[in-house]
């Protein structure tokens, strides 16, 4: 009961890394807002939240909408009665490269990657404030701060965001509200479904897919979005109590080369 009477707000919740944190969180004793575009998913998400005894609420959120980030923090106080986690983890996939790419394209990575998280932020920061501190948890990526092959607008994104986290932890000590970032390597996702169907139009079988993505790490496995919910559940939690403007890199000892 690591989160026990914490208000909690996970964006992009409806499924993948997103849902293994609002489930874990919830699991530790906090009320989670599942703030997602997807209803669907983020209804189920709530439901399991639910059905296991916990507390949490739904609402369709579109971090790009500076209403919807508005919007967001106040559910999560009318609901639960202050906010003291906000996870920054809803994120758009945009890859290619740079002549491959459109306006539209760019404008939605950076909407949703940068401009998201900083509305996010900023409309819960008050709500943070009054509760004397808080913790925020950026899903950043191992792609902010390594190149990758036409992944030009998504690695980008992420390089913002995590040096965002940093500048925000020196902006936001004051206030006691601390700010990380989690990097995650290949995680078995959405994403990686996406990459697996990217590698099977260039003639490779979904089984070898896997293996080619796994082989990226040295333990020679993706990782699982449990995994990374754990490391959530640190930098939430009071056992990080002293730890701010961290980039905690969860890639399996993917980028130590």
């Known amino acids: 009961m690591r989160l026990s009477g914490k208000s909690t707000i996970v964006t992009g ?34 439901a399991t939240l639910q059905a296991a005894g916990g507390k949490a609420e739904f609402l369709r959120t579109d971090v790009a909408s500076e209403d919807d980030c508005r919007a967001m923090a106040a559910a999560a106080e009318r609901h639960f009665g202050g906010i003291d986690v906000l996870v920054n983890n809803a994120a758009a996939f945009v890859f290619g490269k740079v002549d491959e790419v459109s306006r539209a394209d760019w404008d939605k990575v950076l909407a949703v990657n940068v401009i998201g998280p900083a509305q996010c932020v900023k409309y819960v920061l008050p709500a943070m404030r009054r509760a004397g501190g808080g913790s925020i948890v950026n899903i950043a990526s191992v792609s902010g701060f390594i190149a990758q092959p036409a992944f030009v607008p998504y690695n980008t994104s992420k390089g913002a965001l995590v040096n965002m986290t940093r500048c925000l932890s020196l902006d936001l000590a004051a206030d006691k509200v601390r700010v990380n970032a989690i990097c995650p390597g290949e995680i078995h996702t959405r994403a990686t479904d996406y990459h697996v169907q990217k590698l099977e139009k260039s003639g490779i079988d979904a089984q070898t897919a896997l293996a080619k993505l796994a082989a990226v790490s040295p333990l ?26 961290a980039l905690l890199v969860a890639d399996g000892g993917a980028t130590l080369d």
């Open 13 to 46: 919740a409806g499924s993948g890394i997103g849902r293994a944190i609002a489930q874990r969180f919830a699991s530790e004793g906090a009320a989670v807002l599942v703030a997602d575009l997807e209803e669907p998913g983020g209804r189920e998400t709530v």
């Open 220 to 245: 020679n496995r993706l990782g699982r979005p449990e995994e990374i919910a754990s490391v959530a559940l640190f930098l939430a939690s009071d056992e990080s109590s002293f730890v701010t403007g």
